[in-house]
């Protein structure tokens, strides 16, 4: 029988979501392929997270140092690297997040297992799997096969998969002693820091106004704050604009930024892209405006205007001093 | 410091309606225009700033026919100070092969720090890098949005999901994916690049690097290539500008936004 893996990622002592996200996936895939799912879980001494995930795998195989309690580039690849050549799953599932990119490729290079990243999906065809990913910045959609391999690795992209409610497994937690022959890590983990915080709260707004990329200049940002403060609004925007050094981070929606839930997303020249689209999902109604009218937002929002974002600026400024 | 800096040329596709070619597995190309890698913009400044403050050299690097010379030519104007080309000829290249051309291209080189963007715009797959990196034994740093150079290591920021940054240290030599945001890339303007043509720009085939055509074998291959489903999505707004507004204001009062 084989097993399908999912190695668990885990922040300041917390299973982080995708970690679910992609076990609920796996004990799918796992029915469909007569397989079990393993849990792969590398944390600090005597952290015991290996219980929660008992309830969505078959077994648990844990690896408790604390080199290890953060996440750790060398160590994660060599630990994992020696696991993977010793039980020869089908299929590793790995997160599609920045700790996911730093060693899933580097993990799939050592053991010669083909990777495909960012995955929305994950369909077999013989027994074999394959996946749907994005390309474009979600412009356009592909399907992926693998060549023939022992094994096959893929990263999910968060939220790509829903978990419905708790697990109903009681898997069997075992402890892993880490490898001997463990090679000492060429990178030192110094410290986390907080970027996000500011002047703005952003996740407490009613109304978020939030400029995208499609602003086109920092002089144009002004305009787009006098309709958010006539709107008793809060103003919010995209990576690019921070990017671009438009706004400071304590405004930036997305993945990288923070997730908000608003009455109204009034979303201002924002292509969409997953990163984004991910931190506004708890709102509650996304306005989209945008140039383009097969801009990715326009698949997430509520309500659509395919016009330039000055030209709805300047008339919803009109309305409100009107009255 | 010597520092590689892995570039890549893509379609702009922002605002353009994409169609499928007729093998259905990718997108027509042709009447696309085409600029650097987002990404890589930055990878390339954030090289030729700690060449400008430690010395050393910058080597472009690029994986692509002659039209994508182009951004090799922005790479050198910016202030890089030789450009590889590696020509694959028709060869459909996955993220492995990427890595595996990088890596035989770069091995003999002589570096401190090798660049590559966090992913590419338009494959988005987000691998090259840390693949390159574990074939060449080197330590690396995904998702960097801070390199500060402190004897022998780098000090580097890595960016985390929900604005939280992880500061680490890594020994030299090392790899670094480079994110957006991490600098101001300079403004590059035509005199700069006309007067980039006297640096060095070097040309090489996969023969050249001694690939035997069985090297070449993809892992990954798209099967086919689809646009996203047009039914699913917004609730279209129409109208004159003052319509749109008043609709908006509507849609706002209704859930509890009230101007």
């Known amino acids: 029988m084989g097993h399908i893996f999912v190695i668990a990622e885990h922040r300041n002592g917390e299973i982080r979501d995708i970690t679910f996200e992609m076990l609920q996936k796996a004990g799918a895939l796992a029915q469909d392929l007569s397989c079990s799912v393993t849990a792969v879980l590398l944390a600090g001494a005597n952290e015991s997270f290996g219980e929660n995930l008992a309830k969505w795998a078959d077994r648990v195989l844990v690896f408790e140092d604390d080199r290890i309690k953060t996440y750790d580039s060398d160590l994660y690849i060599g630990i994992l690297a020696a696991l993977v050549k010793e039980e020869q799953p089908l299929l590793t599932l790995m997160g599609h997040t920045s700790w996911g ?20 999906d994950i369909l077999l065809e013989d027994g074999r799997p394959q996946m749907i990913r994005q390309m474009y910045g979600g412009k356009l959609f592909s399907r992926v096969s693998f060549s023939p391999s022992a094994g096959y690795m893929i990263t999910v992209r968060p939220g790509a998969f829903q978990t419905d409610g708790a697990g109903e497994k009681s898997g069997e937690v075992v402890s892993q002693n880490l490898p001997e022959e463990l090679e000492s890590p060429r990178r030192e983990f110094l410290e986390f820091e907080d970027t996000a915080a500011g002047d703005v709260d952003i996740t407490q707004a009613d109304l978020l106004v939030s400029v995208g990329r499609g602003v086109g200049d920092a002089d144009n940002i002004e305009t787009v704050q006098e309709l958010a403060d006539l ?8 990576r690019p604009v921070v990017d671009k050094n438009w706004l400071p981070k304590y405004h930036q929606v997305g993945t990288s930024g923070k997730s908000v839930k608003p009455k109204v997303y009034l979303a201002l020249g924002i292509s969409g892209a997953f990163q984004h689209v991910a931190g506004i999902t708890g709102a509650d109604c996304v306005i989209a405006v945008n140039k383009d009218k097969k801009a990715p937002i326009f698949r997430v929002a509520d309500y659509g205007i395919a016009d330039d974002l000055f030209t709805v600026v300047d008339a919803l400024k009109e309305k409100t001093k009107s009255g | 410091m010597n520092i590689i800096v892995c570039v890549k040329r893509v379609p702009l596709t922002q605002e353009v309606d994409l169609e499928i070619d007729d093998s259905g597995k990718k997108i027509k190309e042709d009447a696309l ?129 929900g604005g939280i940054d992880e500061v680490s240290r890594v020994q030299l030599p090392a790899l670094l994916t480079i994110q957006t945001g991490i600098n101001e890339p300079r403004y590059v303007s035509i005199m700069g690049i006309r007067k980039a043509k006297k640096k060095e720009l070097k040309v090489m085939s996969l023969e050249d690097l001694g690939f035997a055509a069985e090297d070449l074998t993809p892992q990954t291959l798209i099967e086919a290539v689809f646009l996203p489903p047009e039914t699913e999505g917004a609730e279209m707004i129409e109208g004159n500008p003052a319509e749109m507004a008043e609709a908006v204001i509507r849609i706002m009062g209704e859930k509890g936004v009230t101007v």
């Not at chain 1, 730093?102 to 990777?115: C, E, I, N, Q, S």
């Not at chain 2, 913009?41 to 026919?65: C, D, F, K, P, R």
């Not at chain 2, 091995?107 to 693949?131: A, C, K, P, W």
């Open chain 1, 101 to 120: 990119m730093d060693y899933a490729p580097a993990l799939a290079a050592r053991t010669g297992y083909p990777l495909a990243t960012d995955a929305t």
């Open chain 1, 231 to 238: 709107l008793g609004g809060t103003l919010s925007c995209s």
């Open chain 2, 33 to 161: 225009a085409y600029v650097i890698n987002d990404w890589d913009n930055y990878a390339i400044e954030a090289a030729v700033q700690l060449q400008e403050n430690q010395g050393g050299e910058v080597t472009a690097v690029t994986i692509g026919n002659e039209d994508d010379e182009e951004v090799l030519r922005r790479a050198l104007a910016m202030g890089a100070d030789r450009a590889i080309r590696i020509d694959p000829g028709d060869l459909v290249l996955d993220g492995y092969l990427n890595a595996s051309i990088l890596a035989k291209t770069i091995t003999d080189l002589e570096y401190d720090l090798i660049f590559t963007r966090v992913q590419s715009e338009d494959h988005n797959t987000g691998m090259v890098g840390v693949m390159l990196a574990e074939q060449l034994g080197l330590a690396h740093a995904a998702v960097c949005n801070g390199i500060e150079p402190e004897d022998g290591t780098v000090k580097v920021r890595v960016e985390l999901e």
